[in-house]
């Protein structure tokens, strides 16, 4: 699983580092930079599925996942922090107890898009000694010079064990390791490192649920898509096992999201071919406890939001990352503790890591003491106005902070931001 992400020279950020665990939270002030940093893993999950880096930064018109590939915020001419046009973002991922991957990218965007330099190192720890310095091990590396810029290819060196690598010659106007995903390569470690890394860039997923599209009739569909838009199509796709499955356990979190209570949720085909379907609900409002059947068209915006995030939680593969920005719009502020605690117990139970951000102070209070490792604030420095990602707790004045008010608190009034602008605020992280 991806534990960490490097920004270096990405969009407003000069170097700063993503911490991934079971559940994340960004906070920050607008423009602060969340955006940007969700954009980065945007990023490295289109450059495994594109047909270019190019595509990558500016989106396309092929199928992902039944969605398009939507580029980045701004495209490839704002990815890099300007005045500059090369960027690198770094990942960092588990495969087991012992041992990790670091896979960088560097990117220059003008004149055209291209890969600079891109390297896969294998880490490994020592088991019987874990203070011991980790051994690391290159699995691929490129060599290109600064300016060989004519050629389209770059080279690339593959460690086989026996002394010289294998040498490779691919194209640079897309990632190296995604041409290498389907290559021949007679080196186990090699292959396995390989699948390990674009097995994780891939099952990332950005989520972002929009009601409006959600209350149509949708076709059926394999996969749930970035905006939620198709989820009854998905769902009335399922066979019935699965499908009476989900829709049992979307009705058991869905069910206390309402004043009162939401009795059943389900999709069911629709039309003469039975190929398109409608999401369904039954309500029971007041003491006369009389049912109603609605559809989509007449669900309220946070009940769609809650049923994509809640549809995307239970159905995407063990091991994934999912990402939500703004994970509470449209939910009633009373709401929060429970979209907490149900992405705190599916996350867990299906092993999925969960990023998001929130401006919402009654979220924030709901996080507790304990999920404070779990916070990264976002934040502009007093002296360049680049973007910085800071841990929470390693606020210097959080102990301070805290006996002044609840997190939500703090944020509300600019007290943690406000915090950070002061030089020596935080606590060197190394």
């Keep these: 699983m991806i534990k960490e992400i490097r920004l270096l020279n990405w969009k407003s950020y000069k170097d700063a580092n993503l911490y991934i665990d079971p559940l994340n939270v960004l906070i920050g002030t607008n423009a602060s930079g969340k955006s940007n940093a969700i954009d980065a893993i945007a990023f490295i999950n289109n450059e495994v599925h594109a047909s270019s880096l190019q595509a990558s930064l500016d989106g396309e018109s092929a199928l992902l996942l039944d969605a398009n590939i939507g580029g980045i915020r701004g495209g490839a001419g704002y990815a890099a922090l300007l005045p500059g046009d090369q960027f690198t973002v770094e990942t960092v991922i588990e495969e087991d107890s012992i041992t990790d991957y670091r896979y960088s990218i560097t990117v220059r965007t003008k004149p055209q898009v291209e890969v600079i330099a891109e390297s896969l190192i294998k880490i490994i720890r020592n088991k019987k000694k874990p203070n011991k310095e980790p051994r690391e091990k290159n699995i691929f590396y490129t060599n290109r010079s600064n300016d060989d810029y004519s050629s389209p290819s770059i080279h690339t060196n593959i460690i086989n064990?026996?002394?010289?690598?294998?040498?490779?010659?691919?194209?640079?106007?897309?990632?190296?390791?995604?041409?290498?995903?389907?290559?021949?390569?007679?080196?186990?470690?090699?292959?396995?490192?390989?699948?390990?890394?674009?097995?994780?860039?891939?099952?990332?997923?950005?989520?972002?649920p929009i009601p409006s599209q959600m209350r149509d009739y949708k076709p059926f569909a394999q996969y749930l898509s970035k905006n939620a838009a198709n989820l009854a199509g998905m769902i009335a796709a399922l066979p019935t096992e699965k499908k009476e499955k989900?829709?049992?356990?979307?009705?058991?979190?869905?069910?206390s999201l309402p004043?009162?209570?939401?009795?059943?949720?389900?999709?069911?085909?629709?039309?003469?071919?039975?190929?398109?379907?409608?999401?369904?609900?039954?309500?029971?409002?007041?003491?006369?406890?009389?049912?109603t059947t609605i559809d989509a068209r007449g669900m309220s915006d946070g009940t769609l939001r809650f049923l994509g995030i809640l549809t995307a939680l239970l159905t995407r593969p063990s091991g994934s990352l999912i990402v939500i920005e703004e994970v509470d719009n449209g939910l009633h502020p009373s709401r929060a503790k429970l979209l907490l605690e149900t992405m705190k117990e599916i996350g867990s139970e299906r092993s999925i890591d969960i990023l998001v951000t929130t401006h919402n102070p009654a979220l924030m209070d709901e996080l507790g003491i304990e999920m404070i490792p779990f916070?990264?604030?976002?934040?502009?420095?007093?002296?360049?106005?680049?973007?910085?990602?800071?841990?929470?707790?390693n606020i210097k004045s959080l102990p301070k902070?805290?006996?002044?008010?609840?997190?939500?608190?703090?944020?509300?009034?600019?007290?943690?931001?406000?915090?950070?602008?002061?030089?020596?605020?935080?606590?060197?992280?190394?």
């Design 161 to 208: 064990g026996q002394g010289k690598p294998i040498r490779k010659d691919l194209k640079n106007s897309v990632s190296v390791i995604s041409q290498l995903k389907n290559s021949e390569i007679k080196v186990p470690e090699v292959s396995e490192a390989i699948q390990v890394v674009i097995k994780n860039l891939e099952e990332i997923f950005i989520l972002d």
């Design 246 to 255: 989900l829709e049992s356990q979307l009705t058991k979190y869905v069910s």
């Design 259 to 291: 004043e009162d209570e939401i009795e059943r949720v389900w999709a069911e085909p629709v039309g003469r071919f039975q190929k398109d379907a409608m999401l369904y609900c039954e309500e029971k409002w007041g003491r006369t406890g009389i049912n």
């Design 375 to 393: 916070i990264q604030i976002v934040h502009r420095d007093p002296e360049d106005g680049t973007s910085k990602i800071t841990l929470l707790e």
């Design 401 to 430: 902070l805290l006996a002044h008010g609840s997190v939500g608190e703090l944020s509300t009034k600019g007290e943690i931001e406000k915090s950070l602008s002061h030089i020596g605020g935080v606590i060197d992280e190394k």
